[in-house]
T-cell receptor, first 114, second 111 residues
Framework: GAGVSQTPSNKVTEKGKYVELRCDPISGHTALYWYRQSLGQGPEFLIYFQGTGAADDSGLPNDRFFAVRPEGSVSTLKIQRTERGDSAVYLC????????????FGEGSWLTVV | LAKTTQPISMDSYEGQEVNITCSHNNIATNDYITWYQQFPSQGPRFIIQGYKTKVTNEVASLFIPADRKSSTLSLPRVSLSDTAVYYCLVDVSGNTGKLIFGQGTTLQVKP
């Protein structure tokens, strides 16, 4: 597709379960970002990839959160031992190379932990 | 990190021009000013970006005074579909390009 694609669009999981959220960036974009957005708040930065490597993971809240991008394209955000406070919209974004480039967002994956 | 301040909410009516002002007193010399729009249940969408003076595109205009301590996003003749949250961003962190969002301005356009 032409834009950033995220799956699933909605996910309900039980507390303590493991969750994976997938992001397919715009073709050819080397920079990829994950954000988390809670109700009524602006998006909060989690992690930035340049190619296959996580160049900035300063926004990951704790070690239950992990993200990979093994081939420099698709990325997966992994959340272990989910907690109710993890409920949020998880947004993926990409840009051509990073700094100075327009960042394009996907529609997000809505995660609800019950 | 440069911090932005913008109104939490604004109301307008269809057909009016809307101006949303953002304060960024600590903007750095190399920071650009970028505005994003977010509709409910969607990711943010780039609207416009500028460094100084005035920038105009098919969606909006951005006015930046000489001291760059504030900026104003101008939406001409708004319609109901312009109801959204508008974010002003000035921090291009390091060489990553990551965006630091505030709470944004919720614009409600009424008929």
């Amino acid at each position: 597709g032409a834009g950033v694609s995220q799956t699933p669009s909605n996910k309900v999981t039980e507390k303590g379960k493991y969750v994976e959220l997938r992001c397919d960036p715009i073709s050819g974009h080397t920079a990829l970002y994950w954000y988390r957005q809670s109700l009524g708040q602006g998006p909060e930065f989690l992690i930035y990839f340049q190619g296959t490597g996580a160049a900035d993971d300063s926004g990951l809240p704790n070690d239950r959160f992990f993200a990979v991008r093994p081939e420099g394209s698709v990325s997966t955000l992994k959340i272990q031992r989910t907690e109710r406070g993890d409920s949020a919209v998880y947004l993926c974004a990409s840009s051509v190379q990073g700094a100075g480039d327009t960042i394009y967002f996907g529609e997000g994956s809505w995660l609800t932990v019950v | 990190l440069a911090k932005t301040t913008q109104p939490i909410s604004m109301d307008s009516y269809e057909g009016q021009e809307v101006n949303i002002t953002c304060s960024h007193n600590n903007i750095a010399t190399n920071d650009y000013i970028t505005w994003y729009q977010q509709f409910p249940s969607q990711g943010p969408r780039f609207i416009i970006q500028g460094y100084k003076t005035k920038v105009t595109n098919e969606v909006a205009s951005l006015f930046i005074p000489a001291d760059r301590k504030s900026s104003t996003l101008s939406l001409p003749r708004v319609s109901l579909s312009d109801t959204a949250v508008y974010y002003c961003l000035v921090d291009v962190s390091g060489n990553t390009g990551k965006l630091i969002f505030g709470q944004g301005t919720t614009l409600q356009v009424k008929p």
